[in-house]
T-cell receptor, first 120, second 111 residues
Framework: GAVVSQHPSRVICKSGTSVKIECRSL??????MFWYRQFPKQSLMLMAT?????????EQGVEKDKFLINHASLTLSTLTVTSAHPEDSSFYIC????????????????FGPGTRLTVL | SQQGEEDPQALSIQEGENATMNCSYK?????LQWYRQNSGRGLVHLIL?????REKHSGRLRVTLDTSKKSSSLLITASRAADTASYFC???????????FGKGTMLLVSP
């Protein structure tokens, strides 16, 4: 089955620093990846759509200068939280859309294991 | 915005019983997907059902879709303690695969 990895799984940083989170599709190519954040006991909120080779599309209310997204290849998207503050502490999850090349149903989104960010 | 709304919000059953979760949505969809999330972990994809499909099965899982009522249900048969998790439905209503998640159902299966 299709596998999506995220790194790191957990990060603790000081306020004001930047944190980069990587999302990789391991056994399929993903022209489109998605970044979500999830607060405790809540559902996932889409932050942005990452398109390989072009600019990301951000959801309303998400600051593009604060959450920098780069989709440099068909298997890698990165999310950089710049000048992190305690309110950015959250669980960040990426997903990759499968076009059917992994053997699963086309349009299925496979999710990474998530990154727990804690900003002190 | 939240489109899918699952009910119940929480469900507690005994091992061996069946668990049914429902999802309602508001707009036309391209497909609907069900996911499972264990506490503090990522999401595991369960089933994708397209708008022109009415029912799909995968192991102990059965998903139905009624586009006239804009609703879907997930049935887990012969539940196990390992099925304890939160279950989310997510709709793709854009055709561009941007998923909108419901609030989820927390399922607790007791041994």
């Amino acid at each position: 089955g299709a596998v999506v990895s995220q790194h790191p799984s957990r990060v603790i940083c000081k306020s004001g620093t930047s944190v980069k989170i990587e999302c990789r599709s391991l056994d399929f190519q993903a022209t489109t990846m998605f970044w979500y954040r999830q607060f405790p006991k809540q559902s996932l909120m889409l932050m942005a759509t990452s398109n390989e080779g072009s600019k990301a599309t951000y959801e309303q209310g998400v600051e593009k200068d604060k959450f920098l997204i780069n989709h440099a290849s068909l298997t890698l998207s990165t999310l950089t939280v710049t000048s992190a503050h305690p309110e950015d502490s959250s669980f960040y999850i990426c997903s990759a859309r499968d076009l059917g090349t992994s053997g699963g149903a086309r349009d299925t989104q496979y999710f990474g294991p998530g990154t727990r960010l804690t900003v002190l | 915005s939240q489109q899918g709304e699952e009910d119940p919000q929480a469900l507690s059953i005994q091992e061996g019983e069946n668990a049914t979760m429902n999802c309602s949505y508001k707009t036309s969809i391209n497909n609907l997907q069900w996911y499972r999330q264990n506490s503090g972990r990522g999401l595991v994809h369960l089933i994708l059902i397209r708008s022109n499909e009415r029912e799909k099965h995968s192991g102990r899982l059965r998903v139905t879709l009624d586009t006239s009522k804009k609703s879907s249900s997930l049935l887990i048969t012969a539940s196990r303690a390992a099925d304890t998790a939160s279950y989310f439905c997510a709709t793709d209503d854009s055709g561009y695969s941007t998923l909108t998640f419901g609030k989820g159902t927390m399922l607790l299966v007791s041994p």
